[in-house]
């Protein structure tokens, strides 16, 4: 699996180009269509995915997928478990990709930290179950935010059970 991290929009939003078998997905397109649509150009784009809704993981939805005629989160590939972990918002989900040991995790879990839980339609109780859930997967895994930098689980295990007692 090959990764390219892109920096979109004004918030520097993560969007993510993942190719693997000659395939290629779109993760969180949140900003300048012009700018991905360039990277992507000798690819063969397969899906699109968005982790939530919010406006920074989606402002180049629309014409990516007129564009490629896809439409967002319906294409299964590569043993895509797609896992709900609301908190920061109430629709956002993470890719786990298993074979590859690769989690995108959008605003939910960051290097040293997690997404905002006092924004509209976040919850905090949601949250915690969701960090309950995911401390259930193998530490090895590589997690792959919304914003900032790659992390692991094992790295941020500690203080995901410091939020469980919070």
């Given at each position: 699996m090959q990764i390219e991290l892109?920096?979109?929009g004004e918030l520097r939003t993560n969007c993510y180009i993942v190719t693997k078998n000659?395939?290629?997905i779109i993760i969180d397109p949140g900003d300048e269509?012009?700018?991905i649509k360039e990277i992507c150009q000798n690819k063969k784009i397969v899906g699109i995915f968005v982790t939530h809704h919010h406006f920074d993981h989606i402002g180049a939805l629309k014409q990516l997928e007129e564009f490629y005629h896809v439409t967002h989160n319906t294409s299964t590939i590569w043993n895509?478990?797609?896992?709900p972990c609301p908190g920061h918002a109430k629709d956002l989900i993470c890719f786990y990709f298993k074979e590859d040991n690769v989690l995108f995790s959008g605003d939910f879990i960051f290097y040293h930290t997690i997404g905002r839980c006092d924004l509209e339609g976040s919850n905090w109780q949601a949250m915690q179950k969701s960090i309950e859930n995911i401390i259930t997967y193998p530490q090895d895994i590589i997690?792959?935010?919304g914003h900032g930098n790659p992390t692991t689980l094992k790295e941020e295990l500690p203080l995901l059970k410091q939020y469980l007692k919070m």
């Open positions: 892109l920096k979109v000659n395939q290629t269509y012009e700018k895509l478990e797609i896992i997690i792959y935010p």
